[in-house]
């Protein structure tokens, strides 16, 4: 089983619509998780941290389950320029002191006008 | 805007030669990562240093690449001799902590023919 698995896509959603990313995670141990997004052959860019209790920044609201190791991205009214590929990103103890930063393959996302 | 920088930002190269990459980190960052992205294994986990100590380079083939944090504002990957599947872009990541993100620089898009 992957580390961090999403569905890579693509979603092709038209303008103003709400379209939801779901990630998954095999690490219990897992203590800190991001979204991040990257545009065609750019670096990847943090979109924002992931709380348990839920948080929001404009039109993004993130959602993380520890229970079910799971987490979401919901993105409202979706603008062209939310076409990109969306990252899960999960921190998380390795062991013998290390630390990883795991990266899902991505969800590409294309707005329609 | 804070940035890591990175360089060489293309490189084409040899088989057999050696390649060396840079990256700045942000000034204060303490964590830095060292990430290849193919389309095939997206986002992979070369390395990872925190305060210049090597911490995990589990991800790197040990026969041929090697990373190290000679002070605080650089950090190199050495790939010798270079081949052909070691074709990718490379990205350097710093942070301050793990619950704050990390930063990407843009990348060393490396061609080996």
């Known amino acids: 089983r992957k580390e961090v698995e999403q569905d890579p896509g693509p979603f092709n959603v038209p303008e103003g619509a709400t379209v939801a990313f779901n990630c998954t995670y095999s690490?219990?141990?897992?203590?800190?998780f991001f979204w991040y997004r990257q545009d065609c052959r750019k670096e990847p860019k943090l979109l924002m941290s992931?709380?348990?209790s839920g948080n929001e920044d404009g039109r993004f609201t993130a959602q993380l389950n520890r229970a079910s190791q799971y987490i979401s991205l919901l993105i409202r009214d979706s603008k062209l320029s939310d076409s990109a590929t969306y990252l899960c990103v999960v921190f998380a103890y390795s062991g013998a002191g290390s630390y990883q930063l795991t990266f899902g393959k991505g969800t590409k996302l294309s707005v329609i006008p | 805007d804070a940035r890591v920088t990175q360089t060489p930002r293309h490189k084409v190269t040899e088989m057999g030669q050696e390649v060396t990459m840079r990256c700045q980190p942000i000034?204060?960052?303490?964590?830095v990562f060292w990430y290849r992205q193919t389309m095939m294994q997206g986002l992979e986990l070369l390395a990872y240093?925190?305060?210049?100590?090597?911490?995990?380079d589990s991800g790197m083939p040990k026969d041929r690449f090697s990373a190290e944090m000679p002070d605080a504002t650089l950090a190199t990957l050495k790939i010798q001799p270079s081949e052909p599947r070691d074709s990718a872009v490379y990205f350097c990541?710093?942070?301050?902590?793990?619950?704050?993100?990390?930063?990407f620089g843009s990348g060393t898009r490396l061609t080996v023919v």
């Open positions: 992931v709380y348990s």
């Open positions: 240093f925190r305060n210049r100590a090597p911490l995990d």
């Open positions: 690490n219990s141990a897992s203590q800190s």
């Open positions: 990541a710093s942070g301050p902590g793990q619950n704050y993100g990390y930063t």
């Open positions: 000034l204060g960052h303490n964590t």
